[in-house]
């Protein structure tokens, strides 16, 4: 069964930083993975996509990397804004069926 | 940008009620899908549905839970004779597949569902 972790917990930077949020996957048979922003009370807002024959996909600021073999994906976000205060969540799709299983996210806080 | 709408934003029903969470997908996409989320838990995910029936269920989706396609355009989770751990947010989310090409999923909103 497919577990996803996402380290660390609670981030807490300075605008202009740049960071990595980190997301780890126990079965590496996986479809795609993907990386959502929830803001409180909201849904989520899907930013990245990774298929599995990917390494990265980039949009803007953000950068996502994949690594199957280790399980593991980056999220890298250049150059923090305060706008960019939310809880990051990962999610990685099995070879096996539909469903998507999230990470617990990293919220981030971005301090002016 | 065509975005997946949900309604109500909040129901609140009392325990052993049925609720009817609905849900309008963008109008291309195939799969739909249902999650939830309890408060300070991980999402979940609960159901997909394709060409008008579940392709997929996880162990949360018992027989007191049910989705629908009533019409063209709405997609909804039917939750029979509610509990108070039914609590939660329901997320509904959409995608368009077409062959090979896996596109992302699109998330409304959410319902807050509170039972009492």
């Known amino acids: 069964k497919q577990e996803v972790t996402q380290i660390p917990a609670a981030l807490s930077v300075p605008e202009g930083e740049n960071l990595v949020l980190n997301c780890s996957f126990t079965?590496?048979?996986?479809?795609?993975l993907q990386w959502f922003r929830q803001d409180p009370g909201k849904g989520l807002t899907s930013l990245l996509l990774?298929?599995?024959?990917?390494r990265e996909q980039t949009s803007g600021r953000l950068n996502a990397s994949l690594d199957k073999s280790s399980g593991r994906s980056t999220l890298y976000i250049a150059a923090s804004q305060p706008g960019d205060s939310a809880t990051y969540l990962c999610?990685?799709?099995?070879?096996?069926?539909?469903?998507?299983?999230f990470g617990p996210g990293t919220r981030l806080s971005v301090l002016p | 940008e065509p975005e997946v709408t949900q309604t109500p934003s909040h129901q609140v029903t009392q325990m052993g009620q049925e609720v009817i969470l609905r849900c309008v997908p963008i109008?291309?996409?195939?799969?739909f899908y249902w999650y939830r989320q309890i408060l300070g838990q991980k999402v979940e995910f609960l159901v997909s549905?394709?060409?008008?029936?579940?392709?997929?269920k996880s162990e949360i989706f018992d027989d007191q839970f049910s989705v629908e396609r009533p019409d063209g355009s709405n997609f909804t989770l039917k939750i029979r004779s509610t509990k108070l751990e039914d609590s939660a947010m329901y997320f509904c989310?959409?995608?368009?597949?077409?062959?090979?090409?896996?596109?992302?999923?699109?998330f409304g909103d959410g319902t807050r569902l509170s039972i009492l």
């Open positions: 999610a990685a799709r099995d070879n096996y069926g539909q469903n998507f299983v």
């Open positions: 990774i298929q599995s024959s990917q």
């Open positions: 989310a959409s995608s368009e597949e077409t062959g090979q090409v896996v596109l992302p999923q699109h």
């Open positions: 109008s291309n996409h195939l799969y």
């Open positions: 079965d590496s048979a996986i479809y795609n």
């Open positions: 549905f394709y060409n008008n029936e579940i392709s997929e």
